[in-house]
């Protein structure tokens, strides 16, 4: 079921969208070589119970951590733990923030020390495909004017989407309805309303679009061709004329 969010519950969610914004931030100081993924996801753990808020992904279906590390081919859903992040690795972060059962979505792909132009451009495109996403939405809009909007952009960069991993709406629940491809017509799909929250990702790989699944305990979900793949997510809240970015400063 879609929910209209009230003034309170957008309030909730935006400090959950603020501590979000402020984990990322956090944690930037730290990506760079030798640094473990264990010991980013404790640096984000600590910080978001400092805040008075709860890491949401931590026990999410079962998922054991408190961040998803996803690293250079890894699409979703990195488990965190011995591995160190090595110069020219680029690594995607996605994480919830609870606060007082209303939640936020973000993530960030970090290149470590220097990687080759051609996955940067894949790292920025990336970033600039979600804003081309949020640039359609309104109050009124079609969900397939944003997915559009996104599939366009990184097609225009010969960079690939894959199918099977989609937006989605945010609120009392990490996952809500409804969802919001990456891919799609414009004019098609549900109408977005004013107070709808949802959480826009764009997810890009820098070869095919195929996925498929590592034996890590049936959560990390790699590129089929091992080329390196980029995320970016914000949740945002429906306005009459636009959006409002919950996951920002």
């Known amino acids: 079921m879609i929910s209209i969010k009230s003034k309170r519950e957008i309030e909730l969610m935006k400090y959950a969208g603020h501590i979000n914004y402020l984990t990322h931030e956090e944690l930037a100081k730290?990506?760079?070589?030798?640094?473990?993924?264990?010991?980013?996801?404790?640096?984000?753990?600590?910080?978001?119970?400092?805040h008075d808020c709860v890491p949401s992904c931590l026990g999410y279906e079962g998922f054991p951590k408190s961040i998803c590390v996803s690293i250079n081919d890894e699409i979703i859903h990195g488990i965190p733990g011995k591995r160190k992040l090595k110069e020219h690795d680029i690594v995607s972060i996605d994480f919830c923030v609870g606060y007082k059962g209303y939640h936020s979505d973000a993530a960030r792909t970090y290149i470590v020390g220097t990687v080759s132009k051609e996955i940067e451009d894949l790292v920025k495109n990336t970033e600039k495909a979600l804003y081309e996403g949020l640039s359609k939405v309104h109050s009124g809009a079609k969900i397939g004017d944003v997915s559009h909007a996104i599939e366009s952009f990184a097609?225009?960069?010969?960079?690939?989407?894959?199918?099977?991993?989609?937006?989605?709406?945010?609120?009392?629940?990490?996952?809500?309805?409804?969802?919001?491809?990456?891919?799609?017509?414009?004019?098609?799909?549900?109408?977005?309303?004013?107070?709808?929250?949802?959480?826009?990702?764009?997810?890009?790989?820098?070869?095919?679009?195929?996925?498929?699944?590592?034996?890590?305990?049936?959560?990390?979900?790699?590129?089929?061709?091992?080329?390196?793949?980029?995320?970016?997510?914000?949740?945002?809240?429906?306005?009459?004329?636009?959006?409002?970015?919950?996951?920002?400063?």
Do not use: C
Not at 180 to 197: A, D, F, Q, S
């Open 30 to 50: 730290y990506i760079k070589p030798g640094i473990t993924t264990e010991q980013l996801d404790k640096i984000a753990h600590d910080f978001i119970i400092k």
């Open 155 to 249: 097609h225009k960069n010969g960079l690939s989407v894959p199918r099977e991993l989609v937006g989605h709406g945010v609120g009392t629940d990490i996952h809500e309805d409804p969802d919001v491809p990456n891919y799609g017509e414009e004019g098609k799909g549900l109408v977005l309303k004013e107070g709808m929250t949802i959480a826009i990702e764009p997810m890009f790989n820098l070869g095919a679009r195929y996925i498929s699944m590592t034996d890590q305990d049936d959560w990390v979900i790699v590129t089929e061709d091992g080329l390196p793949s980029a995320h970016f997510e914000h949740t945002v809240l429906v306005t009459k004329d636009g959006y409002e970015i919950l996951t920002g400063e």
